[in-house]
């Protein structure tokens, strides 16, 4: 009997190696499949990472990009709207230049007596001024401030100018319009 038992405990110690060493190897089967899901899953979470920081990246690049467009598009809109607002400026203290000019030569020209033979009457020199800036090369010269003869006269020739210079000497003689005359008359005599 001794050997029977003998026989039976090693075949339930070859039974017991067997189950131990397929245990084993379940669990070192197991363990290396999570080895390689977790590796699996570490790469495909880096992966995602790494194209998520890209798209982030990207957005990020094309936001600055428009940010710095529209920056340009400021700064453009802002020297647009100097220069006009100086431009705006110029033309105001331009016309109030004129203005004091025409009343400063209105002014001394009534402070000076006429002679007497000379002088026509006012309706004389009403119809006079009338008739001829009908005749001038500029239409509605007398109705023009100082700022808009100088500016019109650039486009006329010499013998227009000196027309308007003689009619602007008799009539309201300002200044400035004179001496802008004078210098067209001046280029025009040296082309």
Same mark, same amino acid.
């Given at each position: 009997?001794?050997?029977? !038992?003998?026989?039976?405990?090693?075949?339930? $110690?070859?039974?017991?190696?067997? %189950?131990?060493?397929?245990?084993?190897?379940?669990?070192?089967? !197991?363990?290396?499949?999570?080895?390689? !899901?977790? $590796?699996?899953? =570490?790469?495909?979470?880096?992966?995602?990472?790494?194209?998520?920081?890209?798209? !982030?990246? +990207?957005?990020?690049?094309?936001? =600055?990009?428009?940010?710095?467009?529209?920056? #340009?598009? #400021?700064?453009? %809109?802002?020297?647009?709207?100097?220069?006009?607002?100086?431009?705006?400026?110029?033309?105001?203290?331009?016309?109030?230049?004129?203005?004091?000019?025409?009343?400063?030569? =209105?002014?001394?020209?009534?402070? +000076?007596? %006429?002679?007497?033979?000379?002088?026509?009457?006012?309706? +004389? /020199?009403?119809?006079?001024?009338? /008739?001829?800036?009908?005749?001038?090369?500029? +239409?509605?010269?007398?109705?023009?401030? $100082?700022?808009?003869?100088?500016?019109?006269?650039?486009?006329?020739?010499?013998?227009?100018?000196?027309?308007?210079?003689?009619?602007? $000497?008799?009539?309201?003689?300002?200044?400035?319009?004179?001496?802008?005359?004078?210098?067209?008359?001046?280029?025009? /005599?040296?082309?």
């Amino acid at each position: 009997m001794d050997q029977q !038992r003998q026989q039976k405990v090693n075949e339930a $110690a070859e039974q017991f190696t067997d %189950a131990l060493v397929q245990s084993f190897k379940i669990v070192a089967d !197991r363990g290396a499949s999570a080895q390689d !899901r977790g $590796a699996q899953l =570490t790469e495909v979470f880096f992966n995602q990472t790494i194209n998520n920081l890209r798209t !982030r990246a +990207e957005e990020n690049r094309q936001a =600055t990009q428009r940010l710095a467009d529209q920056q #340009q598009r #400021q700064v453009e %809109a802002a020297q647009t709207l100097t220069r006009e607002s100086v431009d705006i400026y110029m033309n105001f203290m331009d016309s109030m230049f004129s203005y004091w000019q025409d009343a400063t030569q =209105t002014a001394e020209g009534a402070g +000076e007596p %006429a002679p007497i033979s000379s002088t026509p009457s006012t309706s +004389e /020199s009403t119809a006079r001024s009338q /008739s001829s800036d009908q005749e001038l090369p500029l +239409e509605n010269y007398d109705k023009l401030n $100082a700022n808009e003869v100088i500016d019109r006269i650039e486009k006329l020739n010499a013998q227009d100018v000196e027309r308007l210079r003689d009619y602007e $000497a008799k009539n309201k003689n300002r200044r400035s319009v004179l001496e802008r005359m004078d210098a067209r008359i001046r280029a025009a /005599s040296e082309v």
